[in-house]
C-alpha cells in the first residue's frame, strides 16, 4: 500500500476533494485525521474512508485559526507519533465572472487572502513536527486560474498563481529538512459541483453567460485536450501517490490535471 503505517491530516475533510483524498489514503494505509468546520460533512466523509478499514478521526477546526490549527496538529501528533502528510483541501466560495469594472476589491481579495492564509496557516503547523522529524510532505490545491487569461478571472488567477508561488517557495524553504511540497491543479470537476461550493460559483457563471451549469461544464470539457473534465478520484489517486514515497524525489512542482485545458 501506498501509504502504510503513514499519518495524514486533511484540512477541508469534509469537502469533496477531501472527502475523496480521505477514501483513497485510507485504502493505501494511511491512518486519517479529518479536520473542517462541518461536523456532519466531516462525518459523512470519515465513514466512506472507514470502509476502506482504515482509522479515521474527525475533529471540528477553523483552518484560519492558527491556534486553533496549531493545538489540532499537536494533538495529532501526539497521538499518532508523527504527521507525514498534510493536505489543504479547503475552498470558499467567491466571484468569478464580472469584469474588472464591476469586481468590487473586497470581492477581488476574498479569494486571494483567504487561500493564502488557510495555506500558511496549515502548512506553518504541520511543518513544526515535520522539520522536527526531518520527513513530511504538504499538498496544496490550485487551479488552472494560476495560467489562465480573460475576463472574470482576476480574483482566481491572483489567488492560485500566489497559492503556487508559495508552494514553490516553501518547497525550497523545507527541502533541507526533508519535507516535499507538492501543488495539485485539476480543473473543474464534473463529479463535485453536487456536493461543493463550486456548483453555486459556477452555477452564477453559467447563468450570467445565459447557459444552463451543464452546457457550461459542457463548454469546459470541450476546451480540453482530451475532450472531458477530471473527476474527484483522479484527483485523489495522484495525491496519494505524490505523498508516498514513490514520489519522494518529487518537491517544488505543479501538478497538471486539467485535462489538457492547460499544457505545459
Same mark, same amino acid.
Given at each position: 500500500m501506498l501509504l502504510e503505517n503513514k499519518v495524514a491530516v486533511?484540512?477541508?475533510?469534509?469537502?469533496?476533494?477531501?472527502?475523496?483524498?480521505a477514501r483513497v489514503f485510507a485504502r493505501e494505509g494511511?491512518?486519517?485525521?479529518?479536520?473542517?468546520?462541518?461536523l456532519p460533512r466531516l462525518e459523512s466523509a470519515a465513514e466512506g474512508a472507514r470502509r476502506q478499514g482504515a482509522e479515521v478521526s474527525?475533529?471540528?477546526?477553523?483552518?484560519?485559526?492558527?491556534?486553533? %490549527?496549531?493545538?489540532?496538529i499537536d494533538d495529532v501528533a501526539a497521538t499518532a507519533?508523527?504527521?507525514?502528510?498534510?493536505?489543504?483541501? %479547503?475552498?470558499?466560495?467567491?466571484?468569478?465572472?464580472l469584469a474588472i469594472t464591476d469586481t468590487a476589491v473586497d470581492d477581488f481579495l476574498f479569494p486571494v487572502a483567504?487561500?493564502?492564509?488557510?495555506?500558511?496557516?496549515?502548512?506553518?503547523?504541520?511543518?513544526?513536527?515535520?522539520?522536527?522529524?526531518?520527513?513530511? %510532505?504538504?499538498? $496544496?490545491?490550485?487551479?488552472?486560474?494560476a495560467r489562465l487569461s480573460g475576463r472574470g478571472l482576476i480574483g482566481n488567477a491572483a489567488q492560485s498563481a500566489g497559492l503556487e508561488g508559495f508552494s514553490r517557495a516553501l518547497a525550497g524553504e523545507l527541502g533541507p529538512d526533508g519535507v516535499r511540497v507538492?501543488? %495539485?491543479?485539476?480543473?473543474a470537476m464534473s463529479d463535485a459541483v453536487a456536493t461543493s461550493y463550486t456548483g453555486r460559483m459556477f452555477g452564477r457563471v453559467a447563468e450570467a453567460g445565459g447557459l444552463p451549469l451543464s452546457d457550461?461544464?459542457?463548454?469546459?470539457?470541450?476546451?480540453?485536450?482530451l475532450g472531458r473534465l477530471p473527476v474527484l478520484d483522479e484527483v485523489a489517486e495522484y495525491l496519494a501517490f505524490a505523498a508516498s514515497d514513490r514520489?519522494?524525489?518529487?518537491?517544488?512542482?505543479?501538478?497538471?490535471? $486539467?485535462?489538457?485545458a492547460i499544457v505545459d
Open positions: 486533511i484540512h477541508g475533510g469534509g469537502g469533496s476533494i477531501g472527502a475523496a483524498a494511511a491512518r486519517v485525521f479529518l479536520a473542517g468546520r462541518s474527525v475533529d471540528v477546526v477553523d483552518a484560519m485559526d492558527q491556534e486553533a %490549527v496549531d493545538r489540532h507519533g508523527s504527521v507525514d502528510i498534510a493536505l489543504n483541501a %479547503v475552498g470558499f466560495d467567491h466571484v468569478q465572472g483567504r487561500y493564502l492564509q488557510t495555506n500558511f496557516i496549515t502548512a506553518k503547523a504541520a511543518s513544526r513536527h515535520m522539520i522536527a522529524q526531518r520527513s513530511g %510532505v504538504l499538498l $496544496t490545491i490550485s487551479t488552472p486560474g507538492v501543488c %495539485v491543479r485539476p480543473h457550461w461544464l459542457d463548454g469546459l470539457a470541450g476546451a480540453t485536450a514520489a519522494r524525489s518529487m518537491t517544488g512542482v505543479i501538478a497538471n490535471l $486539467t485535462a489538457g
